[in-house]
């Protein structure tokens, strides 16, 4: 069932979310902690949830792939390795996701989202100045499957956090300054989200009508955000950010386990 009736009051929730989450997500990432847990309040199953974050979740990952792929910040040939990968572990994901029980996910998502959210507040990621991609050898393509086939999965059967950890695995794993690994980043999460959004849609899992108005909130959301970067500092808005994430999952997981 793809359809649910919402009243005015839902509807701003979802379009103000949306707009927090796609300007956020522009400064400091992590977007999805905020939508995935709005989308369970506002009533829809979790399976039904995960469908139509990926749907909204492509506008803003599309729009960022496409900005870094036009400024020369992402190479498709480069990382066509990593984004065969992510596409298969992508795939797999979703259809794993799809077979859990619905009451089981409803107690697991907010575990999930907890465990991104404390994992960004104390995660320190240590500045790299590498401007020059790494030399192709058979380490670093085995590097791309493996990363590819993990993240892709994970942002496939649940996502909150995924562009986070594709930047961090980028600067440890290939040395990149943030600006290459953000590149990269954007660019294979579109590719998980896209691929995933296919499956969830195959599945009837997608509330087309929230997911395209979340999906037009993040892209204003991202826009604003990413001309207001200048003026915030990520280090003033992250602690908010993840305050707020920490509340809507301890509230998600008290009514999934404790009431």
Known sequence: MTELLLDPSSWALL?????????????????????????????????????????????????????????????????????????????LGTIFVNYIS????????????????LYSLFNRMKEVDGDALPEQNSRLKLKQRLQGLLLGFYDGSTGPGTGAFWVISNMRLYKLNILLSSGVAKSMNFTSNFTSLLAFVYFGQVNWLIGLTM?????????????????????????????????????????????
């Open 15 to 91: 379009i103000s979310i949306g707009l927090l989450a796609g300007f956020i997500d522009a400064i400091v990432g992590g977007g999805g902690m905020l939508t995935v847990p709005a989308l369970l309040s506002l009533g829809l199953p979790p399976h039904l949830t995960l469908g139509t974050n990926k749907l909204s979740a492509c506008f803003a990952s599309g729009t960022a792939a496409y900005t870094y792929f036009k400024k020369q910040l992402f190479t498709p040939h480069f990382w066509k390795e990593s984004l065969y990968s992510t596409f298969i572990g992508a795939l």
């Open 102 to 117: 619905t009451q089981w996910l409803e107690k697991f998502l907010p575990l999930i989202i907890l465990f991104v959210a």
């Open 215 to 259: 999906g037009c909130c993040l892209m204003l959301g991202a826009y604003i955000g990413a001309h207001s970067a200048i003026h915030f500092g990520a280090k003033f808005i992250r602690p908010i950010f993840i305050f707020i994430v920490m509340i809507m999952a301890l509230n998600l997981g008290y009514n999934a386990w404790l009431s």
